[in-house]
């Protein structure tokens, strides 16, 4: 049973931090690309960034030099550090994972997590 588990959302203010991880199960990680997409309410799901099975990391362009992707094959977790974080970054975060190749379209990625509400205040 694949099992994709994100943690590490909440509240902070504008120019604050958060780490999200997720924590997977039930597939073999290191064959996965990891992205982390976001919805904010009454939007669509948009993506944030993806890391290939080699590390390379691929971001939005409104994260770029703000947010990191990384990832730790060794305890099947992918994480995403959010820096100088903005009120337009709230959103509820979702990883995903997709075989093999690292794409930007959510409709490629087949293993989704449950999400985790990331609240920036102003």
């Known amino acids: 049973q694949v099992q994709l588990v994100e943690s590490g959302g909440g509240l902070v203010q504008a120019g604050g931090s958060l780490r999200l991880s997720c924590a997977v199960s039930?597939?073999?990680?290191?064959?996965?690309?990891m992205g982390w997409f976001r919805q904010a309410p009454g939007k669509e799901r948009e993506f944030v960034a993806v890391?290939?099975?080699?590390?390379?990391?691929t971001y939005v362009d409104s994260v770029k030099g703000r947010f990191t992707i990384s990832r730790d094959n060794a305890k099947n977790t992918v994480y995403l550090q959010m820096n100088s974080l903005k009120p337009e970054d709230t959103a509820v975060y979702y990883c995903?994972?997709?075989?093999?190749?690292?794409?930007?379209?959510?409709?490629?990625?087949?293993?989704w997590g449950q999400g985790t509400q990331v609240t920036v205040s102003s």
């Open positions: 039930g597939l073999t990680f290191s064959s996965y690309a």
């Open positions: 890391i290939s099975r080699i590390g390379a990391g």
């Open positions: 995903a994972g997709r075989i093999w190749v690292a794409t930007m379209d959510s409709r490629d990625f087949s293993s």
